[in-house]
C-alpha cells in the first residue's frame, strides 16, 4: 500500500490541479497536461521502482504530446462545442427573404428594415420610402440589400 505523498499520488495530485487549472483558462491544453501527469502517476503505480523519474519525466512529455495531437480537437469540440456555423452561410442567410421598410433608404444613405422579428441596417440603389415591401437581394455582413417587391 502506498502513501498518500508517495511519487505516484503526487503525479495524480499534479494531473487533478492542472486539469482544474483548465477550467481558468481558454487553450484547451492544461487539460492533456493533467491527463498525462494522471497517467505517469497510473503507470507508477503499476510499474513501481523500476519506474525511475527519469523515465517518468520522458513519459510525461511523450504522453502530453500524444494527448494534444491526439485527442484535442476530439475533446475540444466534446466539452467547447463546435465552433463552425454548422454548413450554414452567414453572409447569405437573409437572402430572398421578405421584408418592410422602417426608416427610408434615400442612396446613398441606408435605412432600416425589419425582417422577420429583427431591424436591419439596409440599402438599396434607389430610394424606397418607409413602409414599402422589399427583398432582400445581397447581405453585405450586418447590411442588407434590398429591392422593392
Do not use: H
Not at 421584408?99 to 425582417?115: E, H, S, W, Y
Not at 436591419?120 to 455582413?141: F, L
Amino acid at each position: 500500500m502506498t502513501s498518500w505523498t508517495s511519487c505516484e499520488w503526487l503525479w495524480v495530485y499534479a494531473g487533478a490541479a492542472l486539469m482544474l487549472l483548465e477550467l481558468a483558462t481558454t487553450g484547451f491544453v492544461a487539460f492533456f497536461f493533467g491527463l498525462s501527469a494522471a497517467t505517469v502517476g497510473l503507470l507508477r503505480t503499476l510499474i513501481g521502482e523500476p519506474f525511475g523519474v527519469a523515465w517518468q519525466l520522458a513519459s510525461f512529455s511523450v504522453l502530453s504530446i500524444v494527448y494534444i495531437v491526439l485527442l484535442r480537437k476530439y475533446f475540444k469540440m466534446l466539452f467547447v462545442g463546435r465552433t463552425d456555423r454548422a454548413g450554414t452561410d452567414f453572409d447569405r442567410e437573409c437572402v430572398g427573404r421578405a421584408g418592410k421598410v422602417t426608416v427610408a433608404i434615400d442612396p446613398p444613405r441606408t435605412g432600416r428594415v425589419v425582417l422577420g422579428d429583427a431591424e436591419w441596417t439596409a440599402s438599396a440603389d434607389v430610394a424606397i420610402p418607409a413602409g414599402a415591401d422589399v427583398k432582400v437581394i445581397s447581405q453585405d455582413n450586418l447590411t442588407m440589400k434590398v429591392e422593392v417587391l
